[in-house]
């Protein structure tokens, strides 16, 4: 393992030991904003590093994956809300729904590629949304309240939910660094039409890393729905989101392990800082960032040492 | 028996009629040649066979079984290796994870490193093992499209202009490569080129597609005093530059 990757494995070890020493601290410090701030740093990286599997690895841009997110999202809540199907498995149940429709639309989304590809996605995404707002059976635009958890450590259930959906994406982040598996979709982002003439089959490949990226981001929707507590059309198909997530890979570094993680920390913190610092313009200042970053960390911040 | 077929291909893009109508057959261990002008569809041909293109008419049998509904990943499983005509390696990538990925994926070979190191050995590229593939030189390149090819432990190698912009004496390595593999592997060789000379080191037979059909089947030979062959391809002044 590369020293960032160390790093990052060490930074998530901290993260996990982190409630004892709040707990530790006792009632003198905000421990409801830090878990907050945390929870969505670490619901970012999830997203980055989902999206890292696909563009990073594979070299396909999913620009709208966030429709994966509100298909994960409401999923878990129609079945929790409606047939009472427990908090874990209804989030479960929402990452399987969201890769099995992206397994299911991969063979003919992924036939484009670069820009085609990524506003397809976002077509499907803003799609998605508007059908959501304007079905029964998902609340349309009043969207969908859910229960404020009670029970088991609730105070910390849907950080430490988060945490583990990151240190699962790092994980597989690796694993496709490293295995056979990661040499077939590293075979198509290099070239195709190569891959195919090698033995890859890239359809087939596509679509798993597609749903491999869909099933991430669906759990981290269902996670999002159920710590949030109230999910609508607006904040579960939110372009706002996908380009948040795209900033944190970019900012972090595309295609490799630790980046995304880094990247989406980075931003959250910037974010925060910016958000109370200059209210007004925190906009204008995110987007000076993202220019600069493309202008001075071309590969990220996983980049610069290279 | 022929190991490859191809029947009656026809392809069209848009208005514009590639092929029409190629038939050949190329019997186990032989060496082919397809020569022709520009545009002639040499490789559109090399695409259909390999599976890239779809034909809109015919069909390819590879010993004797009809191939034409395969992918092209499916064929690299059934031994048939390609190189390109422009390079297309994966860039990024070592030179031994480009060999590594059609031994893992395409290849009855063990996927082992050994395995891979061998073969790049035998291409010549044992000091640039652990190189970007991205950083060759185009001799380079083109060496290793021919071991990520051969590492499919193939049965029909396509081989699409791989001497075109290489300077005689990689040109002479390559060929001395190619019987190699001919005659130690029994490996069948189709070349599309247009560097006549190297090709008829390797080849008896010679076949010439111009204006998507074949206008000559034969030894190389007959093809240089074929007289439709010369006013396709050849063009007059070549038979003066030979006899001069």
Same mark, same amino acid.
């Given at each position: 393992?590369? =020293?960032?990757?160390?790093?990052? *494995? ?10 004892? !020493? ?49 298909? +994960? ?5 129609? !079945? ?17 729904? &969201? ?66 959906? &990151? ?8 694993? *496709? ?66 380009? =948040? ?11 490799? #392990? ?26 204008? #200042? ?21 | ?12 893009? +848009?208005?514009?009629?590639?092929? $029409?109508? #190629?038939?050949?057959? #190329? ?14 569809? =040499? ?29 092209? /990943? ?67 390149? =083109? ?5 990520? &090819? ?13 001497? &075109? ?12 490569? !190619? ?21 008829? $080191? ?5 076949? *010439?597609? /111009? ?31 030979? /006899?001069?």
């Amino acid at each position: 393992m590369g =020293k960032l990757e160390k790093a990052s *494995v060490g930074f998530l070890i901290l993260l996990g030991l982190l409630p004892i !020493l709040l707990e530790l601290l006792g009632e003198g410090i905000p421990k409801g904003y830090i878990l907050r701030i945390l929870s969505s740093a670490l619901m970012l990286s999830s997203l980055a590093l989902a999206q890292n599997v696909l563009l990073g690895y594979t070299g396909y841009p999913a620009f709208g994956s966030v429709a994966f997110f509100g298909i +994960g999202g409401y999923t878990s809540a129609i !079945l929790s809300k409606n047939f009472e199907v427990p908090l874990w498995f209804s989030i479960s149940l929402g990452g399987v729904m &969201a890769s099995v429709v992206a397994f299911l639309i991969a063979p003919v989304l992924m036939r484009l590629k670069s820009h085609y590809f990524a506003i397809a996605t976002l077509a499907l995404q803003l799609a998605l949304g508007e059908m959501v707002a304007n079905l029964e059976f998902t609340g349309g635009t009043d969207g969908i309240n859910l229960p404020i958890y009670r029970g088991f450590m609730e105070d910390y259930i849907f950080y430490f939910l988060f945490l583990s959906l &990151a240190v699962f994406s790092f994980g597989v982040n690796l694993y *496709v660094d490293r295995s056979v598996f990661g040499y077939a979709l590293k075979a198509i982002r290099e070239d195709e039409v190569a891959a195919e003439s090698t033995g890859v089959n890239t359809v087939l490949f596509k679509s798993y890393s597609f749903s491999i990226m869909a099933f991430i981001t669906g759990l981290c929707g269902g996670i999002y729905a159920f710590w949030i507590t109230y999910i609508d059309p607006v904040s579960m198909f939110d372009p706002l989101l996908s380009v =948040k997530l795209f900033v944190a890979l970019l900012l972090g570094g595309v295609g490799t #392990v630790a980046g995304p993680l880094w990247g989406a920390f980075g931003l959250e913190l910037v974010s925060e800082i910016v958000w109370s610092e200059f209210t007004q313009i925190h906009g204008v #200042v995110l987007g000076l960032l993202i220019v600069l970053a493309v202008l001075f960390l071309p590969r990220g911040l996983a980049g610069v040492r290279r | 028996m022929s190991i490859l077929e191809v029947r009656d291909i026809h392809k069209s893009f +848009g208005g514009n009629r590639v092929l $029409k109508g #190629v038939s050949f057959s #190329v019997k186990e261990g032989e060496i082919v040649g397809i020569v022709g002008p520009n545009g002639s569809g =040499k490789t559109t041909l090399m695409n259909i066979i390999n599976g890239v293109i779809r034909q809109d008419k015919g069909s390819i049998l590879l010993m004797g079984k009809d191939i034409s509904s395969l992918r092209p /990943s499916g064929r690299a499983k059934l031994g048939m290796g390609r190189t390109f005509q422009i390079t297309r390696l994966f860039s990024n990538l070592t030179v031994l994870e480009n060999v590594l990925i059609p031994l893992h994926y395409g290849s009855p070979l063990p996927a082992t490193e050994e395995t891979a190191i061998e073969i790049i050995e035998a291409v010549g590229l044992s000091h640039k093992i652990r190189d970007r593939a991205g950083s060759l030189s185009l001799a380079q390149r =083109k060496r290793l499209e021919l071991a990520r &090819a051969i590492a499919l432990k193939p049965k029909v190698l396509l081989l699409d202009e791989v001497f &075109a912009g290489l300077n005689p004496v990689s040109i002479r390595e390559i060929v001395e490569l !190619l019987l190699k593999l001919n005659r130690e592997k029994g490996i069948t060789l189709i070349l599309v080129e247009h560097v006549l000379k190297a090709l008829f $080191k390797l080849t008896r037979r010679v076949l *010439v597609l /111009s204006e998507g059909r074949l206008i000559f089947e034969g030894s190389p030979e007959g093809m240089v005093k074929d007289p439709e062959v010369i006013k396709a391809y050849l063009g007059e002044r070549y038979l003066k530059d030979e /006899s001069a």
